[in-house]
């Protein structure tokens, strides 16, 4: 089913508000490839004990740098974090994914996302709904979808007013994609319509889950890996943002990636602040390059869960340290420990 949007912003309202009130239906496939379903999730922190309250939206500059190493790869999909997944998941084709999050704005954020794509047959109409000229237009839209669970309402609301904040939000986010795109040659959901296309398939299938996850959790991880067992497809990508230099490990999150299946195909892709500054070094172009740049690391999954089988004690920056340079401000980490000679109980 195809919709048509006037050239006038009201009529483009109208016509997506229509939408919304008559619940978009799932799109036919011509393949067996079925929508993701879990039903139990980890139960979250009030306190995520992070730098800010939220994060609806990333402020990481030069995701281009992990484009040409997950291309086309396929498979299953899991990340943290909001805006960022829809670029990778598209340049991945993955078959399906989880957008993951322990904070549960983060979480609404990404349903509103992917509730503004399933009403937008273009980037453009789902750009004008984060307009903040058109902020109580795209409110009274998501009332409409949202708004027959005061519960659930209530959560997608905080977080619409979270993304609209004004430091660091989704329609800041959406201005630096176009600087990103200007400036690094940014191929992305935003300018690439057949990036966002796959995207708009992919949610309207039912391909794309928005849950919560605590990646040192007991549930959530675990129910996805059971999940991406069932539909026998690997986990190709993992997207962990810079979460990682916030623990040493510990054993519940170390059982969680390596309950992952995974092949020679997938990559872990990670930022950090940690050590990105003086040790690893970042790339040009990053937001915040006098306090907090990103260094870009990616590890190959099965390297990675090899790591994973070292006991708990060690910091991310351990094992980047190990890495090598691919790029200015991109890094790979392909050996294993024994290859690196890597003595984790020794760096407690």
Do not use: C
Not at 56 to 65: G, H, K, T, V, Y
Not at 95 to 122: C, E, G, Q
């Amino acid at each position: 089913m195809l919709f048509s949007f006037p050239s006038r912003r009201a009529g483009r309202l109208g016509a997506l508000a229509l939408i919304a009130l008559t619940a978009l239906p799932l799109i036919a496939r011509d393949d067996d490839r079925q929508p993701v379903r879990i039903t139990e999730f980890d139960r979250l922190p009030e306190d995520t004990n992070l730098h800010a309250d939220h994060y609806p939206a990333s402020n990481e500059m030069r995701i281009d740098l992990f484009k040409k190493h997950i291309e086309n790869i396929g498979g299953g999909y899991v990340g943290v974090g909001t805006d960022q997944n829809l670029t990778f998941i598209a340049w991945a084709r993955s078959d399906y994914a989880w957008l993951m999050d322990f904070d549960y704005v983060a979480v609404d954020v990404n349903r509103i996302h992917m509730f503004f794509i399933s009403v937008s047959p273009t980037y453009a109409d789902f750009r004008f709904l984060w307009d903040r000229r058109n902020q109580a237009k795209a409110r009274r839209l998501l009332e409409a979808r949202f708004g027959g669970d005061p519960e659930e309402w209530g959560r997608i609301s905080r977080a619409f007013r979270v993304a609209q904040r004004g430091s660091t939000d989704v329609p800041e986010r959406i201005r630096d994609l176009d600087s990103m795109a200007r400036r690094f040659n940014l191929s992305t959901f935003s300018n690439n319509p057949a990036d966002y296309d796959y995207i708009r398939d992919m949610i309207r299938a039912g391909r794309i889950a928005a849950v919560p996850g605590d990646l040192k959790g007991d549930i959530t991880m675990q129910a996805i890996a059971r999940a991406s067992r069932e539909q026998e497809t690997p986990i190709r990508v993992v997207y962990t943002s810079n979460a990682e230099e916030y623990f040493r490990f510990p054993d519940a999150m170390r059982r969680n990636f390596r309950a992952l299946p995974v092949d020679e195909k997938g990559f872990m892709i990670r930022t950090t602040t940690t050590g990105a500054k003086y040790v690893l070094g970042y790339p040009e172009g990053e937001k915040f390059p006098d306090d907090f740049p990103f260094h870009y690391n990616i590890q190959p999954l099965q390297n990675f869960q090899t790591w994973m089988g070292l006991p708990s004690g060690f910091r991310l920056l351990d094992m980047l340290r190990t890495g090598r340079k691919l790029d200015q401000g991109l890094s790979i980490v392909d050996k294993t420990p024994a290859e690196a000679q890597f003595k984790a109980l020794e760096r407690r």
